[in-house]
């Protein structure tokens, strides 16, 4: 799987050379940092909320946390890599 901003180029059509980071154990790699960065910060379960500072077990856990602390609901724009809360 490929994290970018292009959203019309395929699969196929990616050089590794284009590729700046990778995670391996998820299989995912990535030719944006500012994506990476993002990802990352995701995938680490934490919560989005500025004020809060919670990492949560997965993502159930992140979701109720996010819900039930925060009233809000949690989802991604897949356009833009921006969470929503």
């Not at 004020?51 to 819900?67: M, N």
């Amino acid at each position: 799987m490929i994290f970018t901003k292009d959203a019309e180029k395929r699969f196929e059509e990616f050089n590794d050379s284009e590729i700046i980071a990778r995670n391996d154990a998820l299989g995912i790699k990535y030719d944006d940092q500012a994506i990476c960065d993002d990802a990352t910060l995701l995938l680490r379960y934490n919560c989005p909320e500025e004020t809060c500072d919670r990492a949560c077990l997965g993502w159930p856990d992140l979701h109720r946390h996010v819900k039930h602390e925060h009233g809000r609901v949690m989802w991604l724009v897949l356009n833009d890599y921006t969470p929503i809360v």
